[in-house]
Structure formats: structure tokens, C-alpha cells
């Protein structure tokens, strides 16, 4: 095995100091890289994260004086306080480390070998992450198709995350455009030769990305930050060349990165290794989209029958309630969603819901509360007025019930059926 020469131009004392910054805060941001990121290593970021409790809790009420303790670990949201304090230790850790490196290392010349296995890690690490959004995307997992809850929820009342995904998920197309950006730009940047082009695609995609996270809240925002962070210092080298080409119209001269390994075998071994790698990853994300896509349609979904049920008349006890505004008996209206959840709208605008079961075969139909079987239990026959069914029931064998409902299905919305069309003659935007 033979190593490559790689440039020997002696760095100024600045350029040094800023490497060791950005090599320390990169290396400590991206642990415990690659485990956290290979399918079916996700748990490692969890045992990980709680190494970092002490010292984040101990922060959080010592340097910030937080009025309350620490005790939410990243979840679902990334923009928790402990994700904060941690990102603040980070920088703590990337100054104490660079000064006593700098103490210590100063006849260094340069750091040419260290900054190529530095941006070979990081290009892995975006890689990883852009094939992970992008397949998430390009299968429509991220942003599933809005349910029938969000459907009947007024723009007013969902949170500006709530109307993103609601927008990403109205449309296959769209998806599938977004996703195959990060999917391209991460494939780029597996190869040397490519990681320009994929960090500028992704420089590109992920602008976008922070920028949506900002305006509608989304909690990702240090993450998405540090991501494009990582992709300017991927851009850096070749941020002079660029202007000169595109912007002065000026010739350069192509940039020349030097394998380590420059041995025949060692190039085929490595370029067979990394393809595998590739196609495993691909495989896995693609394999795990399709299984919760499958996982989804296997839910109780109450035999298809989706919907939002009016209620028209509500007879309690023999006594029918007519439909005014602030009554905490009547019903509104029913809705059924997907995964066997439903929930009873009331008249004064308070929401319950309920897990949904249905008998097609016995005409029945049951609204219980999770985890329990106490709840409203119903038969109901269709020989009502067309397109009205009839609900007879009680609650837990007390309190008589029946209702008349008129079903609305996911098709009787205009954000499903409206579709798309070439020509149209005015804007049907209502």
C-alpha cells in the first residue's frame, strides 16, 4: 500500500486555528456517527444522548439558571432546551479543545491528510442523512397524505407545522421532486469526483429546508443548520474557483484530490466496498419505506369507511336536542379516521375521541375510550333517505341513543377531488 502525496503549501496560522475549531465541533456534533445513521442503529443515539444528561442538566441550571430542570431528552422535536445546552457544551468543548491544540501543535504546517479524512466523514454523514430524507420523501412517508382529521380542521387551527404537512402532503409529485434532489445530491457526494456537484445540489435542497423550518416552525432547525454549515465547509475549496468561472468568466484549473489509497487493488476493493454500501443503503430505505406504507394499510380502518358523519337529529333519552350553539349534550358531528380512531365533535366546539370498531356483518358499530371497552355502543342500518343512515345505541347500556347522520367521504372534500387540470379558464382558488 502506497499514500498518495498531498499538497505540502504550509497554511497560515489562522487557516490552522479555524480547522481545528471546525474539526473539533464536526467530529463532537456528528457522534456517534455512523451508528446513529445505519439502519437499525437509531437506538445508539438514545444510550448516547443520556451520557450527555448530567453535564446538560448541570449546565442548564448553573450557567443558564433555567427555571426548570432538564428532563426531556430529543425526541420527535429537535429544538429541545437540552438539544440547546448540548449544541452550547459543543462550542465549549470546540474552544477548550483548539486552544490547547494550538498550544501544543503550533510547528505544524499544515493539517492536508487530517482535512481529507475530515471531509470524506462528512460526506458520508450527508450522504447518509440526504438518502434517509429523500427516500423518506420519494415513498411519501415523511409527509403522508393529510387525513380526514386535518381535512375537516380549519387553516386557523393547525399550527404552521401542521399546514406544511398538510401542503408536502397533498402532493405525490412534489414529494418525489424534493426527495429526488436529496437523494441525487447524496449519491454525489459518495465519490470524490462528484462531491462538488452533490454539495451544491444539496447546498440548494437544504437552503430550502432551513428556511422552511425558520417559517413555519418546524423543530429542526439546529439540526437543518448544522447540515447546511457542513455543506458550505464541503464548498469551501472550491468557493474561489466557482466565481471565477461562473461570475468573472475566467478559465481554472481543475481541482486535483488525491486518493490515499492509490494501488490498483486497493482502488477496486474500495470502490467494490462502497457500492455495496450504496445499494445496501438504498435497498434498506426502500424496503423500510414500502414495510410502513404496508404497516399502514394493515390498520384497522373500519372496513374503508372513512368518514365524517353530520349529525341531523340527536335523540337522547326520547328527547331530540335541536342543534343549538353551545350545547354540551348534542353532537355535531363524527368523524372516522384511519388506524380505527374516531372522535365526537359536540355542538359548543369540545372534541373526544374515541377508538372505532365496526361489525359489518352485525351492523355495529362501537365508540370506546382507549384502552377501555366503556363507551358508546350502536347498531345502525341504511334504510334512512339516501346517502342517511340510522344509529341506535346507548351509552355502556345506560342513556338511550339514536342518531340520524348524512356521510361525507374523503371525496367530497375539494383539496381531494379538485385534482389537476391544464386549462383553466378562471382561478379556482376558494
Known amino acids: 500500500m502506497k499514500q498518495s502525496s498531498l499538497i505540502q503549501a504550509p497554511w497560515t496560522p489562522g487557516k490552522k486555528v479555524l480547522f481545528r475549531f471546525v474539526f473539533v465541533y464536526f467530529s463532537i456534533y456528528i457522534l456517534p456517527f455512523p451508528l446513529a445513521w445505519l ?20 449546565t442548564g441550571n448553573h450557567i443558564f439558571n433555567l427555571a426548570n430542570e432538564i428532563r426531556v431528552l430529543p425526541n420527535g422535536s429537535g429544538d429541545t432546551t437540552f438539544n440547546y445546552v448540548q449544541v452550547f457544551l459543543f462550542l465549549v468543548l470546540a474552544i477548550v479543545a483548539t486552544t490547547a491544540w494550538s498550544l501544543l501543535d503550533r510547528k505544524r504546517p499544515h493539517y492536508e491528510r487530517l482535512l481529507y479524512w ?46 406544511l404537512w398538510t401542503f408536502m402532503g397533498y402532493s405525490a409529485v412534489y414529494n418525489v421532486f424534493t426527495g429526488m434532489g436529496e437523494v441525487l445530491g447524496g449519491l454525489l457526494l459518495f465519490f470524490r469526483r462528484t462531491k ?44 474561489a474557483n466557482l466565481w471565477k468561472f461562473l461570475v468573472l468568466r475566467q478559465a481554472v484549473e481543475a481541482a486535483v484530490s488525491q486518493p490515499v489509497f492509490v494501488q490498483k487493488k486497493w482502488k477496486s476493493i474500495l470502490l467494490t466496498a462502497k457500492l455495496v454500501f450504496i445499494v445496501g443503503l438504498i435497498v434498506v430505505h426502500v424496503f423500510n419505506g414500502l414495510s410502513m406504507i404496508r404497516t399502514k394499510k394493515d390498520l384497522p380502518v373500519a372496513a374503508g369507511l372513512e368518514a365524517v ?31 380505527g380512531m374516531s372522535n365526537v365533535e359536540y355542538m359548543d366546539g369540545a372534541v373526544i375521541w374515541y377508538r372505532y370498531d365496526q361489525d359489518t356483518v352485525k351492523h355495529t358499530i362501537a365508540l370506546t375510550t382507549p384502552g377501555s371497552k366503556t363507551g358508546y355502543h350502536f347498531s345502525y342500518d341504511l334504510s334512512g333517505s339516501a346517502g342517511h343512515e340510522v344509529w341506535r345505541g346507548a351509552w355502556s347500556d345506560s342513556d338511550s341513543l339514536q342518531l340520524t347522520v348524512a356521510r361525507s367521504s374523503m371525496k367530497d372534500f375539494p383539496l381531494v377531488s379538485r385534482g389537476f ?3 383553466n379558464e378562471y382561478p379556482f382558488n376558494r
Do not use: C
Request: proline fraction near 7%; hydrophobic fraction near 50%.
Open 39 to 58: 439502519p437499525y442503529t437509531d437506538w445508539f443515539s438514545t444510550v448516547f444522548n443520556s451520557l450527555w444528561m448530567a453535564p446538560v442538566v448541570w
Open 118 to 163: 475530515l471531509t470524506i466523514i462528512i460526506r458520508y454523514y450527508l450522504g447518509i442523512v440526504a438518502l434517509t430524507y429523500g427516500f423518506a420523501k420519494v415513498i411519501k412517508t415523511q409527509f403522508p397524505f393529510p387525513p380526514m382529521t386535518w381535512l375537516m380542521e380549519s387553516y386557523g387551527d393547525s399550527s404552521p407545522m401542521r399546514l
Open 196 to 239: 462538488m456537484v452533490g454539495s451544491l445540489i444539496l447546498a440548494a435542497v437544504m437552503s430550502n429546508v432551513v428556511l422552511i423550518n425558520f417559517a413555519y416552525d418546524v423543530p429542526v432547525k439546529l439540526f437543518s443548520s448544522h447540515l447546511l454549515l457542513m455543506l458550505f465547509f464541503l464548498l469551501a475549496p472550491d468557493v
Open 309 to 339: 358523519y353530520d349529525v341531523d337529529t340527536f335523540v337522547l333519552k326520547n328527547d331530540t336536542l335541536p342543534p343549538l350553539m353551545n350545547d354540551k349534550r348534542r353532537w355535531k358531528r363524527i368523524l372516522i379516521d384511519q388506524g
Open 421 to 423: 387540470h391544464w386549462i
